[in-house]
């Protein structure tokens, strides 16, 4: 059993940037490293989106409306998650959730398949 504890968000202007934190806690069965992890947000009257995607290679994917300007990455020795937003915009804001699933998922599908587990959200806002 694994549970999500996200933490970093804030209010930035645009152009501005944030890092978000994710740290994970484990309960018996599956260490760390061996879940795909990601992020996800969602924004008022928006569907969930999918962020960020690091899998248990190392490998990372990103949606297209945030490739090169996030940077997701990990450390598995520390348990945690991070995400990188640089350059923001106001339509990055939104509440993002950090994500852990053993099977996989992709940056596009995350929004909908079935996911072992995710934190509260922590909230970003950014001003123009």
């Known amino acids: 059993q694994i549970q999500l504890v996200e933490s970093g968000g804030g209010s930035v202007q645009a152009g501005g940037s944030l890092r978000l934190s994710c740290y994970a806690s484990?309960?018996?069965?599956?260490?760390?490293?061996?879940?795909?992890m990601g992020w996800f947000r969602e924004a008022s009257g928006k569907e969930r989106e999918g962020v960020a995607l690091?899998?248990?290679?190392?490998?990372?994917s990103y949606a297209d409306s945030v490739t090169g300007r996030f940077t997701i990455s990990k450390d598995n020795a520390k348990n945690a998650l991070y995400l990188q937003m640089d350059n923001m915009k106001p339509e990055d804001t939104a509440m993002y959730y950090c994500?852990?699933?053993?099977?996989?998922?992709?940056?596009?599908?995350?929004?909908?398949?079935?996911?072992?587990?995710w934190g509260q959200g922590t909230l970003v806002t950014v001003s123009s």
């Open positions: 994500m852990a699933d053993r099977e996989g998922t992709t940056v596009a599908t995350m929004s909908r398949d079935p996911l072992d587990a």
């Open positions: 690091i899998d248990t290679d190392g490998t990372t």
């Open positions: 484990l309960y018996r069965g599956y260490p760390f490293s061996s879940y795909h």
